[in-house]
């Protein structure tokens, strides 16, 4: 049902990008206002007009155009888009499952809004643009950094289950390390949020795990999914704003401290009747996987039966996941200019440009 609220919030949703880049744009205006102009204007006066009567001028003026009607489509796209998305948020709800259109639009809010931040935090300056979005990396850490830290208060009152009310799993303990990884830049832990923490983002978000039938805002439900939506959001956003470098040795060692602690995990689950790192397949979901790994030859430990087969076959998985989207990650970095995310007319101007006595000749103008 619809309320007054809901149009309110809808309607400041649809507007919320439009106003960004307005502020953007003004504070790029006042920063040239009071920096080099009142000191070259009276060369400036001169250059521009020269420039004014010259077709490049012209030319770059009807880019200058083009580039700011492309920017208001991105804005009104992008102010569209979370509209859609709270509507759907909000009302559709119920529709939780797995492969529902629910779990399809969630699944492309998480690859969309890292993306669309690191368009938000461009600006007029490199330098400005690294400040903010290190600054929205490390906010966005600090609420991934809630669940591990309040799951073993708030889990005990919906479930018993061990595993979500103790967080010692790949994804909880990669949500302790995100912010520490932001805030000191270490490489290897920025590298391990591109490859297995995302990969294990992905790999929970595309099963749409039901732990409380019903609506989507059921804790359990809820909790889980947005704390690995941001196990994917973080990394992207990481990537799109050149916060990181990509180092492959990182990479093979992040694997390489995995391991021991799967194998630990394949001896402990038996004893705590638990399913850290996923060792046992007859706890494993989807239960397609477990009924086939049941299938496979095992051997029993502690009277559970554990199928070295299906082991072999999940750190394959994480194995060759995980190094797959560190290859998509430098197949970003190295094909996609990071223009893509500049909020286009915001962009630096170059001393003794075109585009810099465009700026200047308007500025000068209106002064």
């Known amino acids: 049902m619809w309320h ?11 507007f919320i990008p439009l106003v960004i880049s307005h502020i953007k744009y003004r504070r790029s205006i006042q920063g040239n206002k009071n920096g080099s102009y009142k000191a070259q204007n009276s060369s400036l006066k001169h250059v521009a007009q020269f420039f004014a ?19 208001l489509a991105i804005d ?13 948020l909000r009302f559709l709800h119920y529709d939780w499952g797995r492969f529902t259109f629910f779990h399809i639009w969630t699944l492309i809010m998480s690859f969309t809004l890292p993306f669309i931040l690191a368009y ?7 330098e400005r643009s690294a400040r903010v979005a290190k600054r929205v990396a490390i906010v966005m850490a600090c609420i991934l950094l809630l669940s591990p830290l309040t799951r073993p208060i ?14 010692l799993n790949v994804c909880p303990i990669a949500s302790l390390l995100f912010l520490p990884a932001i805030v000191t830049g270490n490489k290897m832990l920025k590298n391990f949020m591109l490859s297995i923490a995302l990969f294990g983002g992905i790999a929970n978000n595309l099963q749409g795990l039901v732990h409380t039938y019903g609506s989507f805002w059921q804790y359990l439900n809820a909790e889980t999914y947005l704390m690995h939506s941001l196990l994917i959001i973080i ?9 990181v470098t990509l180092s492959a040795e990182s990479t093979v060692k992040n694997l390489a401290w995995l391991y021991p602690i799967f194998i630990l995990n394949i001896f402990l689950n038996p004893i705590l009747d638990t399913n850290y790192f996923f060792t046992r397949p007859d706890k494993v979901v989807p239960e397609a996987v477990s009924s086939i790994a049941h299938q496979l030859p095992y051997f029993t430990l502690f009277g559970t039966q554990i199928s070295y087969l299906y082991l072999f076959a999940l750190a394959f998985l994480v194995t060759v996941g995980s190094l797959l989207l560190f290859v998509l990650a430098e197949l970003f970095v190295k094909h996609i200019p990071k223009r893509t995310f500049l909020s286009h007319y915001f962009e630096e101007h ?4 075109i585009a810099n006595y465009s700026a200047d000749k308007n500025l000068i103008q209106n002064s």
């Open 235 to 243: 990394p992207l956003f990481v990537l799109a704003t050149n916060q």
């Open 120 to 126: 938000f935090c461009k600006g007029e300056s490199a």
């Open 154 to 167: 708030l889990a005990p009152l919906f479930t018993d289950s061990l595993e979500l009310v103790l967080p």
């Open 350 to 353: 170059k001393e003794g440009s």
């Open 4 to 14: 007054i609220l809901d149009i309110f919030v809808i309607i400041i949703l649809l």
């Open 76 to 88: 009104v796209g992008i102010g569209v888009f979370f509209a859609l998305s709270y509507y759907i």
């Open 53 to 71: 009567d010259s077709p490049e001028f012209t030319e770059h003026s009807n880019v200058g155009r083009a580039e700011k009607n492309k920017a």
